[in-house]
Every structure is written in C-alpha cells, then in structure tokens.
C-alpha cells in the first residue's frame, strides 16, 4: 500500500512540533547558565566564516520541505547571565520569500497591543490619542487602567515622559523586545501595550508572533543618520502595518528560559526538566500553551 501523501495542515502541525523542539532545546542549554554571570566570553578562534545562523544560511535537508526562518536562540542573555526574568527562545518560520524585503535601517519605532486594539491603532497619531484607544478597545475606565511596557534605555526618556503624563502605569524591560511585544499582544499578561524604537529583525520575528496571536502592530523607519536616511529613501516615514510586515501563512515557538509573566522558567529536577512554550501558527489559527516533561534520558513527553 502506498503511503498517503499529506495533507498541507499535516505538514504545519509537524512544523510546529519541530519549531517548539528547537526552542525547548535552546531553552534547556542557555537555562543551564542562569545567573552565572558568564557575560564575558568572546569568540577568538573558530572556522573563518562560519555563520550557521547568520543570514542567508542554509540548514536542513534538501528533500524536506523548505522554510525561511527567523531565528533567535535567547532574547535577553543577559538576563539570563544575571539571573533575572524575561528571556525567552524564539523561533519563525515563513514560507520561502514570506519575509518583507525592507531598507537596510537598524532601528524602527513601534506601537503594539492585543487582538481588542484591531484597527485602532495610527503610529501617525498621538502617542496619548492611540493610548485612549486602547483603553476604549478593552473597556478600561481610562488611561490609567493601562500597562505599557518599554525598554529601558536613554533614547526612550523622552517618551517614557510622555507616557507617564498620560496617567497610564509603565513596566520598563531591560531587555527582550520580542518579549515585550508578545506580553502586549497576549492576554491576562497584565501588560496592554508596547512603545519604542527598537531593531527591524526584531521588530519583523515580533510581527510574525502578533499577527499569530491576532494582536496589532505599527511600525515606521527610524533612521540613526544621513546614511541610513539615504538608504531608506522614499520608506521613511511610511507606516507599516502587521499585514506589511508578516506573510499571512507564520508559524512561531516561543520557550521561556528564565520565565516572567509571559511564561514559567525552565525547571530542572531529579529526572528531567520541564520547559513551557508557546506554538503559533495563523494558517491553523491556534495558540498551544505546551509543557513539556524531558526525560534525563532525552526522551520527552
């Protein structure tokens, strides 16, 4: 009997299994170093142009069915090497050319919030005007009802100010700007929304997960100098919207690695170790919360 060719949803629902066993396995080797400190270390030697992860590469078998990818093995290392909470590992996959091609600018500035906020954002607007939206969108009794979560560092002073005049309470991230958009985007995070300037890849792997979890995003060029305003040319100031900068068919694992409000740390104990992921995808239309037992042996279940 011939075996049965399968069917596209099969060929997802196995993708997703293989993206969460990348994460996890991240996960569990980066867990290992939690708050040791080991923030210091410097490649000095190695294969001239190895670059397994880099961009372009090429991984994989030739006769398996074919992916791009966005790859972050651990956002916040170093959260990881000071022990503290909020580093995750992250993984997307696209079909091939799925990725927008965008001007070669480091940084974007960006707006996020969940599934209420559909539709309501404008990164054109006010930052207050669309924090009263948001608020609207998920029948808060105003402003002050609200979350945003912001990166700490000294080009977000200014509108951590602004924020703040607005009423609404902030939470400031040391690291983990992929984190902090899927805290936005996720409900009963506790977190309502994301605002700042942060990288374009980052940005990019944070719309894939939110366009999966049905949230909303707004992102414009941020360019640091001439150059990059040159590079960008007729692009800068032009709003993005998820749909821009996301394919419609995105699946994304996300595991925790030293845990927070998003999802639990990985947990080692006498036989094994526990890990808990998050496994996305916008062609199924799902969102598996997974913990997965790993046996000392390797087995997992």
């Not at 075996?3 to 980066?30: C, K």
């Not at 400190?37 to 961009?55: A, K, Q, T, Y």
């Not at 992250?90 to 050319?97: M, S």
């Amino acid at each position: 009997m011939q075996d049965q060719p399968r069917s596209y949803i099969d060929v997802r629902r196995e993708l997703a299994l293989e993206l969460v066993h990348a994460t996890e396995a991240a996960a569990l080797a980066a867990a290992r170093l939690l708050g040791r400190g080991d923030e210091g270390g410097r490649v000095v030697l190695g294969p001239r142009g190895d670059r397994i992860l880099s961009h372009g590469a090429t991984v994989g078998r030739p006769e398996d069915p074919h992916w791009d990818l966005g790859v972050y093995p651990v956002e916040g290392a170093s959260l990881v090497g000071k022990g503290l909470p909020g580093a995750i590992s992250v993984l997307v996959a696209v079909e091939p050319g799925g990725f927008p091609v965008l001007p070669a600018v480091w940084y974007v500035e960006k707006i996020v919030a969940g599934p209420a906020a559909r539709g309501a954002l404008d990164l054109d607007d006010p930052l207050a005007d669309n924090l009263r939206r948001i608020a609207f969108s998920r029948d808060a009794r105003g402003v002050s009802d609200l979350t945003v979560a912001i990166l700490d560092r000294p080009r977000h002073h200014g509108l951590i100010e602004e924020v703040r005049d607005t009423g609404a309470r902030i939470l400031l991230l040391e690291e983990g700007e992929i984190a902090g958009a899927l805290l936005a985007a996720t409900r009963g995070t506790g977190v309502d929304a994301m605002v700042g300037i942060g990288g374009l890849q980052e940005t990019l792997m944070a719309a894939c997960a939110v366009r999966c979890l049905g949230g909303e995003l707004q992102a414009r060029l941020w360019p640091r100098n001439e150059e990059e305003r040159l590079l960008a040319g007729d692009q800068v100031g032009k709003v993005y919207t998820v749909a821009d900068l996301s394919p419609d068919q995105v699946d994304c694992s996300v595991t925790g690695v030293s845990g927070g409000q998003l999802l639990r740390p990985v947990w080692y104990g006498s036989q094994g170790a526990e890990t808990e992921s998050l496994v996305m995808s916008s062609r199924l239309r799902t969102v598996r919360r997974i913990q997965t037992w790993h046996h000392a042996t390797g087995k997992s279940r």
